[in-house]
């Protein structure tokens, strides 16, 4: 909460915050000091509370409509295309919405590597995001198999198949999550529930993320710890509403093409054929936002190993603030730290394409080489970097570049002092 | 300074024993009622007729949601399944203790990789071959070449008389 205290100008409005402080908080967010150098890639954050939103509220439309049961689901989710008025806009949304979650999830996660924004003091804003990240993940598996289509069902199969991997208990485990002998009615009743109950735990992991970071305030793309209020920061109310909406804008035509114009292109085919237990699809590849993870697991031959592989992929990321051993946070003064980063996007993205590709021959090379870069990367590369790599002279402030001089004129004059020397 | 155990400490314990039994025994119908109901459990066997089935024909049927496949096989594979080398393979298992009545392979059609079923007479051993991540099966349907760790499951069976197997 904000340093100043705040006092509504009404009666009423006193009255009332005295007893419950919302005004303080609608204060509190308004007048909140941003540094004023925040880039586009800053805007994801608020479109992503959008993304939750759309989806959250698409969901409980279609939850009215929908029916799950496996003798109904699938005739259900028709009838929202064909008969319930607007039925098709509003699940066209609802399945589009989740890639575009995740399109915006990524870029916010990629710019928060770039920047450092997960180093200290924000280490728990940054594991509580990688929770986030990971209750997305169930919930769009578990949404994708609520249309009860093939890939819904041997999605479901193959995935819930994963923890059989688990030594003993693997397979009293994986009937349990079934409720039976095979993924079946009592399989989509309970993916039902969760994927309704998923979004309002993100919500209130998104109220945690928002109150953590605004405990040391927004990092920056100079990285550099700011004083707040002052002449490096703007209140968050006008400015930073204004930039977030207008990138909302810009994000909603791309969100628009794809419902309008593509509403399938992120699907399968094969989801409009209901599903069959006695058939499995002749490809089996989950949604494109989850195929680097599929590569990894499929690049290691042994299925114990491969879903550790995997599970191991996403955790490492909630250690990275202290695998990262660099002290500087921004990529702008990590001249080699930059040049991994595009690396690391390169694999990432090389290991999205192998995912979808067969797992033979050329491709099992390629996703086998990314897999061992992939973990390299986070468990050689980023410590060693720290402490070899020459980083380049990190401003003081942020207006110091441009007008020279800095709110901090101390540590001006001390930087100055160490130069003449 | 030795610290006593007290009276106190004492309730402390007990307090907290009987409150981790009390929590448990809340917590667990919770979770068990996901595990396999009455309704499902009564479904866990199937008579099949298998009169129809020729030579070289595999019929698959749904036992507890899953693909059975029952498959009357032909002399030479049963030739091959039987002269394949014990040390050749990943989970070794002899043809006879996999089919009792070695013209009749009844076993589960789902791959022990990750559950999906493989297509009949397909892959490099004239068995079965999984198209999910590409493991190939022989006439017996012992796991060959490919991720999945165990040969495919032979459920409990029994003919029931000439031409009717029960599953289950």
Known sequence: MSEHEYTPKSKVGKWFNDRLPLLTLANHLTDYPTPKNLNYWWTFGGILTFCLITQIVTGLVLAMHYIAHADMAFQSVEHIMRDVNYGWLIRYIHANGASMFFLAVYIHIFRSLFYGSYKSPREIIWIIGIIIYLLMMAAAFLGYVLPWGQMSFWGATVITNLFSAIPLVGEGIVTWLWGGYSVDNPTLTRFFTLHYLIPFLILGLVVLHIWALHVPGNNNPIGIDIKKPSKDTVPFHPYIVIKDGFALLMFMIVFAFFVFYTPNILGHADNYIEANPLVTPAHIVPEWYLLPFYAILRSVPDKLLGVIAMLSAILILAALPWLDTSKIRSAVFRPLYKQFYWILVADVLILGYVGAMPAEGLYLLIARIATAYYFLHFLVVLPILGFKERTTPVPLSITEPILGGSPNLAAVKKRDTFKDQ | ?168
């Open chain 2, 1 to 168: 300074m030795e610290k006593k155990t007290k009276r106190r400490d004492f309730l402390f314990t007990a307090t907290y024993a009987v409150g981790a039994v009390g929590a448990g025994a809340v917590i667990w119908p919770m979770i068990d009622q996901m595990n396999p109901d009455a309704s499902v459990k009564a479904l866990a066997s199937t008579e099949v007729d298998v009169s129809a089935v020729n030579p070289g024909k595999t019929i698959t049927v749904l036992w507890r949601g899953k693909p059975v496949f029952i498959r009357r096989r032909t002399p030479e594979e049963i030739a091959e399944a039987k002269s394949v080398k014990l040390e050749d393979l990943k989970h070794p298992e002899k043809d006879e203790d996999r089919a009792k009545n070695p013209e009749w392979l009844v076993m589960l059609g789902v791959c022990t990789h990750l559950g999906c079923v493989p297509l009949d007479q397909k892959g490099d051993y004239n068995g079965w071959f999984c198209p999910c991540h590409g493991s190939h099966y022989d006439t017996s349907g012992r796991i060959r070449k490919g991720p999945a760790p165990t040969n495919m499951e032979i459920p409990e069976y029994k003919f029931v008389d000439a031409n009717t197997i029960k599953i289950g």
